[in-house]
């Protein structure tokens, strides 16, 4: 008989550990009520702008371990751009739609998985951005968009919106840090004209 309510003890059941792949981005996260962490480490296939592979490590319950199995399943092979800056009350909704509503007591138990992943996330925006080799500042680090790049597709499209320029190089539909920064260059290439 198990302790956890009937979804979460199947997950716990089909639970594989996930090794970390080659290359992947690893992100922390802990929770200060129960001391146990989570960490999520991502690949992402460059070329195709896809999550190639997420794993998670848990010391956490149940609760926590099922978690990170559903975020591993959800997100894997999604595109970068089909995430849309990750909501957390998106991300818990997916989760207890799995799952079933957490107790008040556990729902620090998604939320330090989500944190996890952000962290990892952000870990990837921060390797991507040293890796960047040019002369133009680089604006979208969750695609590799450069300023210039972004200007000259501008240029191209005629772009008068931030929706133009998005369809047109990807920029601004990962984590959106970006997208006043696009708005801006859009608008002064207007004023330019």
Known sequence: MSVYPAKIAKKLSEKADAAASEG?????AA???CGCFAE???SVDDDAQVIANIGFATNGCGFM?????VLEEKLTGRELAALK??????LVAELESDLGEFPEARKQCALVAIEAL????????KARAAEFVGDSPLVC????VSEDDLLSAIKTTQASQFRDLEAATRAGRGCGACRMLIEELIETAKIRD
């Open 141 to 144: 680090t969750c695609f590799g």
């Open 24 to 28: 992947a981005v690893c992100g922390r």
């Open 65 to 69: 371990a099922a978690s990170c199995q």
């Open 40 to 42: 999520a480490c991502i």
């Open 31 to 33: 929770s200060f009520i």
């Open 118 to 125: 952000r962290a990892a996330f952000g870990r990837l925006r």
């Open 85 to 90: 800056g990750l909501s957390d009350d998106r």
